[in-house]
């Protein structure tokens, strides 16, 4: 998103009516990029990634943890700078749903080479450090996912209350004072999701049983319908959409290339939502997930009970099996095609307008499905706009559709080319930690398209794997769905070789098999080459100087470890705390000096003042400013 200029929201009703205008001039808004843009190539590898963080503050009097809700504070300064100076600024700050957080990318994405491995990290720390020096003393930002105690009762600084019957969430523990206000953007996405689907959104976790856990864990079964007793019960926008992440957007030579790595980083975004799961704590008590994709994906889901199957069809058109926010339902590469095994819905009609403007029919199938979604935000300064120029309308959709996977056209009128975006990962605690993933998964793009290797498997499959994601402990105890015979035709004999010794044989034996994510990222000896053994077998391929060889190694190592699961993943490390700690009753409460400790602990790893083994593996020599490389210090 850019920087947000103020609007007017149209009210629920209103944008109600405006649905299929939007639909209509969103498709027409599509038809004339593709037309103006489909040709485009020669565009090189340029990527960045985007962290989300939490503002807290830590009230040492009585070792409480609050989230502080100063992120316009924050976000008013970090935008000046960029107004004043946009070429110049190393970061670019923007709003995110809640009013405790902040989201930062680098000022300006990074290239194709792989010395850019080496500013990544520095950046990530310049940015923690220039938002930290807008902060008090007692505040931190942390990239956690999930602030543990998030919608209790005095959660927030400076103090306020839920408002159950109000007009915004009407939630019992999350106060429309958490929702960003700066912009009306969210508010207004919360009020038409609630009244979109006819009623508050409901998420219940299931919860950790430990020996003294309460069934019913609270009372909110009793005051709302749509609680478990067993589960812990969520009923806002803001328990999912204020949850942080860790995305990654990249840049393809063309859109072709675009449509292949949109469809072959797909069965890696379960993998890596498990890898780096880090949000086991809900409402101050531990759960049986260690992710927080379900919670968002309820969080906002504003399908009608007749959408969800409660009612027969008679307002709407169809039975929609997953919320806006969920798993990609369609490749969109040739190759991807044949495993397509889900029901795609779309109107006939947008469909239809699509193909007779020559748009194949995987594009045309995925653009269509898109767009059975209703627009949940409209404003008043948007209704009416130049098809030929505007793109607001296909953002509209395109935007509050939140897969796994974002395939993304170049903005009008600027030098960005078709891009691919990787929305599955949780964020991590220490720049470390995200900067090695973020080069890890760069490492497997190159990869996929140098070796043009194959990680295919039916949709549906990829969609239990997402499921499977998110189950306590599934880093290391769950198994994935995982294409055996990566190699294809036109695959390289580096490749070939890399995969020699674990392709199974003979070469027709099963098209998948059920693998751990160590075996996905280490190999399984006669099965699968593993991630890493092929990155590692790409880089033998290039020159890579000492400086970025060091860099690389220090990164992929991490991986290796937290997925044999040498290393914890910060959901794992975070039930061990809280289960480990002395306040801890053995009844699955976080409670606040336990949350005040956790989070700590948590900014001292960050800070890096108390080395943590467990969650990071050996010494990490982190990248700072001193050693990045002198052609890229200045941009970086
Ligand atoms: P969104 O919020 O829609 O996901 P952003 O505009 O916040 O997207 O940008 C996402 C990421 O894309 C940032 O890390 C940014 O550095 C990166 N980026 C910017 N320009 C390009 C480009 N031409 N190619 C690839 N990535 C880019
Ligand atoms: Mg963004
Ligand atoms: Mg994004």
Not at 2 to 27: D, S, Y
Not at 370 to 377: A, G, H
Not at 412 to 425: D, K, L, M, N, Q
Not at 578 to 605: A, C, W
């Amino acid at each position: 998103m850019g920087l947000l200029t103020e609007g007017t929201p149209l009210t629920w009703e209103e944008t109600k009516n405006l649905a299929q205008h939007v639909r209509e001039h969103g498709i027409i808004q599509f038809i004339n990029i593709y037309r103006k843009l489909k040709e485009r190539k020669g565009d090189v590898l340029k990527w960045g990634d985007e962290i989300e963080y939490v503002i807290v503050k830590f009230k040492d009097e009585t070792k409480e943890a609050k989230v502080s809700l100063r992120a316009e504070d924050l976000l008013s300064i970090l935008n000046k700078k960029e107004q004043d100076d946009p070429d110049g600024v190393k970061s670019l700050w923007r709003p995110e749903f809640a009013a405790y957080m902040i989201e930062g990318t680098p000022g300006k994405p990074y290239g194709g080479t792989l010395a850019h491995f080496n500013v990544v990290e520095s950046n990530m720390k310049m940015r923690r450090k220039e938002a930290s020096e807008l902060l008090k003393p007692d505040e931190s930002i942390m990239s956690i996912t999930n602030f543990p105690r998030l919608g209790c009762p005095n959660f927030t600084d400076p103090p306020t209350k839920p408002s159950p019957e109000g007009d915004g969430s009407k939630s019992l523990f999350f106060p429309d004072e958490a929702v960003f206000s700066g912009h009306p953007r969210f508010m207004n996405l919360v009020r038409n999701i609630r009244k979109r689907r006819g009623e508050q959104v409901a998420i219940n976790l299931p919860i950790f049983r430990d020996k003294n856990t309460k069934i019913p864990v609270d009372d909110s079964h009793k005051i709302r319908k749509a609680a478990k007793p067993d589960c812990v019960y969520l009923d806002a926008m803001g328990f999912g959409m204020g949850c942080c992440c860790l995305q990654l957007t990249f840049q393809a030579c063309n859109i072709e290339e675009a449509r292949v790595l949109y469809d072959q980083l797909t069965p890696l975004s379960p993998i890596m939502l498990a890898f780096t799961a880090a949000s086991p704590a809900y409402r101050g008590f531990l759960t049986d997930v260690d992710c927080r994709w379900n919670v968002i994906s309820g969080s906002v889901d504003c399908r009608t009970e007749e959408e969800r199957g409660l009612k027969p069809l008679k307002e709407n058109k169809f039975v929609i099996k997953k919320s806006r926010y969920d798993s990609i339902d369609s490749y969109l590469s040739a190759q991807g095609e044949k495993y397509n095994d889900i029901e795609i819905l779309y109107n006939e009609e947008d469909y239809r307008k699509l193909r007779d403007n020559g748009i194949d029919h995987l594009l045309a199938q995925h653009i269509a499905h898109l767009f059975i979604r209703d627009t949940v935000s409209l404003f008043s300064e948007k209704i009416n706009q130049n098809d030929e120029e505007d793109t607001d309308h296909f953002e509209n959709i395109q935007s509050t559709n939140w897969q796994t996977m974002r395939f993304k056209p170049p903005p009008p009128h600027s030098t960005i080319g078709w891009r691919v975006e990787f929305r599955a990962c949780e964020a991590q605690v220490t720049d470390f930690e995200n900067a090695a993933i973020v080069c890890f998964i760069v490492l497997v793009t190159r990869v996929i398209l140098s070796y043009q290797l194959n990680f295919l498997i039916p949709i549906s499959k990829v969609d239990e794997n997402l499921q499977n994601a998110q189950k306590r402990n599934a880093c290391k105890e769950q198994k994935f769905w995982f294409r055996k015979d990566i190699t294809t035709d036109v695959s390289p004999p580096e490749a070939n070789r890399c995969c020699a010794g674990a392709s199974c044989e003979p070469k027709d034996c099963d098209l998948v098999g059920l693998m751990t994510v160590n075996e996905v990222i280490n190999g399984k000896p006669g099965v699968f080459p593993g991630l890493i053994p092929l990155v590692n077998s790409y880089l033998n391929g290039m020159d890579v100087d000492a400086d970025t060889h060091c860099t690389i190694q220090q990164y992929l190592k991490f991986i290796q470890k937290r997925a044999s699961g040498e290393i914890l993943t910060a959901a794992s490390f975070i039930r061990k705390f809280v289960t480990e700690h002395p306040d801890y009753k053995h009844d699955s409460v976080v409670s606040d000096i336990i949350n005040y400790d956790l989070l700590k602990r948590l900014k001292d790893i960050e800070e890096g003042t108390k080395p943590c083994p467990e969650l990071l593996g050996g010494t990490t020599m982190s990248k700072t400013k001193e050693n990045i490389p002198h052609a890229l210090k200045n941009d970086y």
